[in-house]
Structures are given as structure tokens and as C-alpha cells.
């Protein structure tokens, strides 16, 4: 059974919210702050990936009870306007980069940067 692009982007936005509302409060409140924390320490142009937010997140003696709760809060942050994609300029894709967690054994996953304005708005 194939699926339309569209069709797909409607599962994986619903799976997101899924993830996003049965997750508790907490660490949903500590994820978005490791998330800021994270962006912060690295000014633009310079890539990272949730690899940095979970080490973030360590630090805080915080575990997710479901690590994917990262997806729906980085594209929330990506709509704030605090980070975006490093896209690939031959492609046209956001870029990707193994995870060096053992427990993503290699997996790939986005990389992102820290918007100009986010990071003038904080270090001004």
C-alpha cells in the first residue's frame, strides 16, 4: 500500500501530537529547556543535533520516558523561529547525521543551527 507525500506528512504529524500529549509534563517542560540551552551554546552556522539535547537533558538527571517527544518539540521550536534545518545545498534536504548514542545504534538523525535572530535576541 503506497501512500501520497501528503498523506504521509498527516500521519507523522499526528504520531508527533500522539507523542507530545501522552508525555508528562515534566519532561516535556524539561526537554524545551534543554532544547533552548542547547541552541543557545551553539551560535549560527554551527550544526548540531538532539544527540547535544539528550546529553543536555542527562545533565539534568532527566530521562525521557519517550524519546521522541524531541520531534514535536524541535519543530515547535523550529516554528518559533529559535532554530532551523541545515539544509543541503546540492539536495535541497535537511541533512542528516549518525546519532553517536548507543542506544540509536548509528541511526541517522537531523542536523539543526540556531536562527541569527534568536541568537542576537540573547546575546545582544
Not at 96 to 122: C, D, F, I, M, N
Amino acid at each position: 500500500f503506497l501512500m501520497s507525500v501528503e498523506e504521509g506528512k498527516q500521519l507523522r504529524n499526528y504520531a508527533m501530537g500522539v507523542v507530545e500529549t501522552y508525555s508528562k509534563d515534566i519532561q516535556k517542560r524539561a526537554a524545551k529547556h534543554a532544547i533552548y540551552a542547547v541552541a543557545m551554546n551553539h551560535r549560527p552556522g554551527i550544526a548540531w543535533t538532539t544527540d547535544e539535547v539528550h546529553a543536555a537533558l542527562k545533565r539534568m538527571d532527566i530521562e525521557l520516558d519517550n524519546s521522541r517527544l524531541l520531534g514535536p518539540l524541535m519543530k515547535k521550536a523550529q516554528r518559533a523561529g529559535i532554530i532551523e534545518p541545515v539544509v543541503c545545498y546540492a539536495c535541497k534536504r535537511q541533512e542528516t547525521r549518525l546519532s553517536k548514542r548507543k542506544e540509536r545504534h548509528a541511526g541517522p538523525q537531523y542536523v539543526w543551527q540556531t536562527t541569527e535572530k534568536e541568537w542576537e535576541k540573547t546575546h545582544a
